[in-house]
């Protein structure tokens, strides 16, 4: 269901609005100025964050995320924080691929398009040595970290397309590139994620022929995140190597001002590389 609080509430099967009523209501004049754009796991830190960048960017941003409360607590911040910006939450479940194509055909008969797809959903599960790899974790991790990329990316390819400047932001781990013993779940989880992304990408190359790909898909590349609740309970914690989920926001709004064939199929990392 939408959680958004300044329209009305809309069942997932659809909207019956004309798609062009809300498409420049983002108030904002930023570089992102029209562009309509999905976070899916958009109640995190690094949610929030990137909700709050786009909308100051100028993106009317729909939001998805598993936790109906969290999501519509992240929404109003973003829209408080930059007064006209259209932001919206939808709980849609990921792991179901006829809802996330549900949910990329309603946001483009709202909003006449979509720019974009930011896919945030995380998750870690970890051991202490390889052997102690519990199984169940690997089961877990597939579902939010692979299955999730799939479904979103699945659904939204021709959108992207259609779009002329669409982009699918990945963010991954520089673990995928050197797995540890302790967190081989994990780490080949997010490989798997980077190269179905890579994979989006090569189908967006493809169909772009001589003239270069339409859309992009890219992964940006971190060591790990932090924010600012992680640091007041951590005080004496020096988070070395970690991305500040602001820092991550706005490389994420940052893709798009970059020529699609410059970020297609690419590891984009802000972190050094192991």
């Given at each position: 269901m939408r959680t958004d609080r300044n329209?009305?509430?809309?069942?997932?099967?659809?909207?019956?609005?004309?798609?062009?009523?809300?498409?420049?209501?983002?108030?904002?004049?930023?570089?992102?100025?029209?562009?309509?754009?999905?976070?899916a796991g958009a109640a995190g830190p690094a949610?929030?964050?990137?909700?709050?960048?786009?909308?100051?960017?100028?993106?009317?941003?729909?939001?998805?995320?598993?936790?109906?409360?969290?999501?519509?607590?992240?929404?109003?911040?973003?829209?408080?924080a930059h007064g006209g910006a259209t932001v919206i939450g939808d709980t849609v479940d990921l792991l179901d691929l006829d809802q996330t194509r549900e949910w990329a055909a309603r946001t483009e008969k709202e909003f006449g398009r979509v720019d974009g797809v930011v896919h945030l959903v995380g998750g870690w599960r970890g051991c202490s040595t390889f052997t102690e790899t519990d199984l169940a974790d690997w089961d877990t991790l597939h579902k939010l970290l692979v299955r999730t990329v799939q479904h979103t990316s699945l659904a939204f390819y021709d959108a992207l397309e259609r779009s002329g400047n669409g982009r699918y932001v990945l963010i991954s781990a520089a673990g995928a590139s050197k797995p540890t013993a302790g967190n081989a779940a994990y780490a080949a989880s997010k490989a798997a994620a980077e190269a179905w992304t890579l994979a989006m990408g090569d189908g967006f190359r493809k169909s772009g022929g001589e003239e270069g790909p339409r859309a992009a898909?890219?992964?940006?590349?971190?060591?790990?995140?932090?924010?600012?609740?992680?640091?007041?309970?951590?005080?004496?914690?020096?988070?070395?190597?970690?991305?500040?989920?602001?820092?991550?926001?706005?490389?994420?709004?940052?893709?798009?001002?970059?020529?699609?064939?410059?970020?297609?199929?690419?590891?984009?990392?802000?972190?050094?590389?192991p």
């Open positions: 329209t009305r509430p809309t069942a997932v099967q659809g909207q019956d609005e004309e798609a062009t009523e809300m498409v420049t209501s983002t108030g904002g004049k930023g570089p992102l100025d029209g562009a309509v754009i999905a976070v949610g929030r964050a990137t909700l709050l960048r786009l909308a100051e960017a100028g993106a009317t941003v729909v939001g998805s995320d598993a936790n109906p409360e969290r999501l519509a607590e992240a929404v109003d911040a973003a829209r408080y898909a890219a992964i940006l590349v971190v060591k790990a995140l932090v924010n600012d609740q992680m640091r007041a309970e951590r005080p004496n914690a020096k988070f070395a190597g970690f991305t500040d989920v602001t820092e991550l926001a706005e490389a994420i709004a940052g893709v798009w001002n970059r020529p699609a064939q410059e970020v297609n199929g690419q590891r984009l990392w802000l972190t050094p590389k």
